[in-house]
């Protein structure tokens, strides 16, 4: 009976150590699931002056992402966009590449602070439009706004060991405004508030760096 359980207890010893050496000592996983944050911007706009940046927060080893949006037009016609926002990424194949679908919310101020730009003159616009023929009496205008936009995205996300990021993508936008334009005739001033909204479809591009 003792040599019966010393032959049990040396070849369970024997299997022990040959299913340990068998093993790797340390699991060194991709590169890619090491990532825990990325930074970017969509370069497509900077041409408008429009920069559209963000900062954001991989989780799961990569099956879900968070992004915190910062969003800026100064256009040359004096038009004016400030705005942030949130949104949610997720990547069915659980890692920080391939292909995505996502929601978000932005909320953005817009202004312009030197619209007096009431008519056509030929082909511009003109600043200041006489009324009625006047030479001495034109119409100004300020809007200011807010506009609300909840939107759907999907893309595919190209990654490189060093860190850098491609991201192709198309999102379809609901774009929500309300708005007040001051209107001044003369010494007349009037306020003129609206509320309107319209769905807008986008083709973007995300250059980034994730770490």
């Known amino acids: 009976m003792n040599k019966k359980i010393l032959i049990l207890c040396i070849s369970i010893s024997f299997l022990q150590v040959s299913f340990s050496q068998g093993m790797p000592s340390k699991w060194d996983p991709p590169e890619k699931f090491l990532k825990k944050s990325i930074i970017g911007v969509d370069p497509i706009g900077i041409y408008q002056n429009l920069f559209s940046g963000h900062y954001g927060f991989i989780r799961n080893n990569g099956l879900t992402e968070y992004q915190l949006v910062i ?3 100064d ?6 966009l400030i705005g942030t926002g949130l949104s ?4 069915p194949k659980g890692s920080t590449d391939g292909p995505f679908y996502g929601l978000g919310f932005n909320l953005s101020n817009v202004s312009m602070d030197k619209y ?3 008519g056509y003159d030929g082909d511009k616009w003109e600043e200041e439009i006489p009324i009625d023929g006047s030479e001495d009496r034109y119409q100004t205008a300020e809007f200011r706004g807010w506009l609300y936009t909840p939107g759907l995205e999907a893309g595919f996300r190209f990654f490189w060991d060093n860190g850098f990021t491609i991201t192709p993508k198309i999102s379809a936008e609901y774009n929500i405004g309300s708005s007040t334009i001051e209107s001044i005739l003369g010494d007349e001033v009037r306020y003129l508030t609206g509320f309107g909204s319209v769905i807008d479809y986008k083709i973007g591009i995300e250059i980034g760096y994730m770490y």
């Not at 256009?75 to 004016?80: E, K, M, Q």
């Not at 949610?88 to 990547?91: G, M």
């Open 75 to 80: 256009s040359i016609d004096n038009r004016f």
């Open 88 to 91: 949610f990424r997720k990547f």
């Open 116 to 118: 007096n730009k009431i």
């Open 71 to 73: 969003n800026h037009w």
